[in-house]
């Protein structure tokens, strides 16, 4: 007798998973506005007879089954909203709203959480509770630290939580997961250099902003490479520049902002970026005369998995695909993830889903945050089903 796996049971419905995630896509909507995604995903948690919670942080959904015996809580996270993109994709379920999009497929992470609770609802084969979350926001507005502000482990208690992202740089029917450090912290800073301006014929009667702006740009690349550890990985981008005056070219300006990023893993080197940054910006401007006005904002923390939960995922991942599909040591990503913070209030792992689409031998591939990203459908059975089993594996029923 042939014993079906949670994948297996999952793509009996399929098609409607797709349905749903395409309906999804057709209709995006920003952080905190995940008004008809929230609506959706509550019809039909409560369609499948789950206890569904609303208005956490807003537009989150926490759906809550429980299963055929008494015992712990384990947490799922999908994130539901888009992007501030336009679409230029021509398929039917493109997006219907102009300057918002699905691309980075949250709308494939809502309908595999949807699967998950279908399935963990019709079966219920595990001893506790599956606490199905549904955050808001996750694209830079931190849905995630608002619905623990809220209280959500506190009214929802977890003994871990698993989150689960589509990569599109792995084939599908890939799955990635390892302890420690999978996603940087982001951070943003901002630099005012203040000069004297004047004629630009005649540069010795003021104070140059722009040349100290250029020295400070060139000086920054060197914290990462001089004042990091070499083993340590680190970024300083400075994504902007502009001056107080940008018309004429006989005129030296009197100020120059730059805005830029700082990307870390570990405390030590998030500590030392925005140390180095602001010192060096401060003094070089200081050498040519000029001064600084420095403001750096920490953004999402570093995402780290904590080792237990990581190798019980690797281990349940084993089970449902074979350890040959299963990477350990996938590279580490500048992106940043406010899964984070439910990492830092939990125990728990963030996990990658190979979906293709990314090769850098198609030139028609596209990754994250492309005007021409699309979910891959063809693996919304496996994602629901690693999320199910995740449940199934930490929480089994006690035979006795």
């Known amino acids: 007798m042939m014993i079906l796996t949670p994948v297996d049971s999952i793509r009996a419905y399929q098609d409607e998973l797709t349905a749903i995630r395409r309906d999804i896509h057709a209709h995006p909507e920003l952080g905190f506005q995940e008004n ?193 550890h070499p083993l340590d990985a680190g970024v300083v981008t400075v994504a902007s520049m502009q001056s107080s005056q940008t018309t004429a070219s006989n005129v030296i300006p009197a100020s120059v902002r730059m805005i830029g990023t700082a990307r870390s893993f570990t405390a030590a080197a998030r500590d030392l970026l925005e140390q180095r940054i602001g010192d060096i910006a401060a003094n070089i401007a200081a050498a040519f005369g000029a001064s600084v006005e420095y403001v750096y904002r920490r953004g999402y923390p570093a995402t780290v998995n904590h080792r237990e939960q990581a190798l019980f995922a690797a281990t349940v991942a084993d089970s449902l695909i074979g350890a040959d599909k299963v990477i350990r040591d996938n590279p580490l990503t500048m992106g940043a993830e406010d899964f984070s913070y439910m990492l830092q209030a939990s125990p728990g792992a963030y996990i990658y889903l190979g979906q293709g689409g990314a090769e850098a031998s198609d030139i028609s591939a596209c990754d994250l945050h492309n005007d021409r990203y699309d979910f891959n459908d063809n693996v919304t059975a496996l994602g629901a089903g690693m999320l199910a089993s995740l449940v199934e594996q930490s929480l089994p029923l006690n035979r006795s």
């Not at 007879?49 to 008494?70: D, M, N, P, Y």
């Not at 501030?84 to 039917?92: D, I, K």
């Open 36 to 228: 008809r995604t929230s609506r959706l995903v509550a019809d039909y948690l409560q369609k499948w007879g789950i206890e569904v919670h609303r208005g956490i942080a807003k537009t989150g959904v926490v759906g809550l089954v429980t299963g055929q015996q008494s015992g712990a809580g384990i947490g799922l996270r999908a994130d539901m909203d888009c992007l501030p993109m336009t679409e230029t994709n021509s398929f039917p379920h493109r997006s219907t709203h102009a300057g918002r999009m699905h691309a980075c497929g949250h709308d494939g992470h809502t309908a595999m959480l949807l699967g998950a609770a279908r399935y963990l609802a019709e079966t219920r084969r595990f001893a506790g509770t599956a606490v199905l979350i549904f955050q808001p926001a996750e694209e830079g507005g931190g849905g995630a630290e608002a619905m623990i502000k809220e209280g959500l482990f506190e009214r929802f208690p977890v003994d871990a939580v698993y989150a689960l992202h589509n990569n599109p740089s792995l084939p599908p029917g890939v799955i990635a997961v390892q302890p420690g450090p999978v996603e940087a912290a982001a951070d943003e800073f901002e630099l005012v250099v203040n000069g004297r301006g004047g004629h630009a014929a005649i540069p010795h009667t003021a104070i140059d902003p722009v040349l100290a702006a250029g020295h400070i740009i060139t000086a920054l690349q060197s914290i990462v490479s001089r004042n990091m």
